[in-house]
């Protein structure tokens, strides 16, 4: 079979490319994107190389697009968010499965306080019969958060009479040795969107509602060896997606991270001077777009520089709050990940290894004609049991534990 990844010389694309080329589900593999250093780079790492090859591939034509996905069986969505609808259409208009990690969240940016009644997915949700007539999958918000945690959230919830509440939890405590400068080991553009542009969505009261970013905060304690330590609101996908489909009466749900507390004052920062915008400025008589003048002084994430010398973990889950008959617990999930081990593996740090494996074995049980599902649909719309148990078999190691709540 023939996987096309778009955005195949980013951060995770070039990790999941060197995944799918180590088991047999698909035997071509196609790194698609603008930049064809960086598309080679990520070919010279795949274990086996064999299999791969580079496409140059224009993101903002669906046109060029289409011509390029002839004749693959899977087409994932690795880029940008920004271009999630053209690469979508794309995909369809050839007659290809797809699948992408996220969604684009600035299409809709209502301001703080105000009741949402459309979300940015609800963009692709409703080409579900485009989809079914095709005889077509579109797997939507993979990776790990989105992704992994949605089939946690899934997974907990099936023990459950009720849900209360859910709340993904995600958190790096690690350093890179050497360096004391503002960087980000996913993408620079999408971490500035949607942790400091962004008005969080949150679902509350059992309805979405705006937050304005950076002001909501808790502790929360991770498994070992990560410990207890400070995550943030911000926007992101899952808020979106598991309150509707997880349909047993979820009242809150929200996405938190752990943002140490000078990288948060340094968005702040930005926002406040307006740098985390994406509409251009005038400078001197040049349009510029200030995120991208951010962007471009950051280094980027497949810098080895920065992979190589990063240490500590990263442990991404989902916990669900509710009950069963008369007993009220809370089932949490999670999966930990060692950067140093990452980089021995993939040559990536955990950040873009996370999000690209769970993406892979998603696509190896689609070929493996394990996931048959037709149309539009989000991860925790599966069978969750049979996932958990693939994510294992495949190293993505999941645990587990129940705590019951008194009142």
Request: proline content about 5%.
């Amino acid at each position: 079979m023939k996987v096309i990844i778009v955005g195949g010389g980013g951060a995770v694309g070039s990790v999941m490319a060197d995944w799918f080329s180590r088991y047999d589900d698909y035997d071509e593999i196609v790194l698609a994107g603008y930049r064809r250093a960086s598309l080679k780079n990520a070919l010279d790492k795949m274990k086996n190389k064999k299999k791969g090859k580079v496409a140059i591939v224009n993101a903002n034509s669906i046109a060029d697009m289409k011509k390029n996905f002839k004749g693959a069986d899977l087409v994932v969505n690795s880029t940008l968010p920004r271009f999630f609808l053209k690469i979508m259409k794309a995909s369809l208009q050839a007659g290809a499965n797809y699948m992408d990690m996220a969604t684009d969240l600035a299409v809709m940016n209502e301001p703080p306080g105000k009741v949402v009644k459309k979300v940015p997915l609800d963009l692709q949700l409703e080409q579900d019969k485009q989809w079914k007539d095709q005889g077509l999958a579109a797997m939507l918000c993979w990776g790990v958060d989105p992704g992994a945690v949605n089939v946690f959230a899934r997974y907990a919830s099936d023990g459950m009479d009720k849900v209360d509440s859910i709340k993904v939890r995600d958190g790096d405590k690690s350093i890179i040795q050497g360096y004391d400068g503002f960087c980000s080991m996913w993408s620079p553009d999408t971490l500035i969107e949607e942790v400091a542009y962004m008005n969080s969505l949150i679902w509350t009261k059992g309805r979405w509602e705006r937050k304005e970013p950076l002001t909501m905060s808790e502790e929360w304690e991770f498994p070992p060896p990560v410990g207890k330590m400070k995550v943030w609101l911000v926007d992101h996908e899952e808020t979106q997606c598991l309150p509707r489909f997880i349909n047993k009466g979820c009242k809150e749900m929200n996405f938190m991270i752990h943002l140490d507390d000078e990288f948060v004052e340094v968005l702040k920062s930005l926002r406040k001077v307006g740098l985390v915008d994406s509409k251009p400025v005038n400078a001197r008589g040049v349009k510029v777009v200030p995120r991208d003048v951010v962007v471009a002084c950051m280094p980027m994430p497949t810098d080895p520089e920065l992979g190589s010398k990063m240490k500590g973990n990263s442990c991404v889950g989902a916990a669900v709050f509710g009950q069963k008959g008369n007993k009220k617990f809370m089932h949490y999930l999670w999966n930990i990940m060692s950067h140093e081990q990452c980089w021995k593996d993939y040559k990536a740090s955990a950040t873009p290894t996370q999000v690209a494996i769970p993406t892979g074995i998603a696509a190896a049980l689609l070929a493996q004609g394990k996931i048959t599902k037709k149309g539009v649909f989000t991860p925790e719309q599966l069978d969750a049991k049979m996932i958990v148990k693939a994510f294992n078999k495949y190293g993505f190691k999941v645990d587990q534990m129940k705590k019951t709540i008194t009142d």
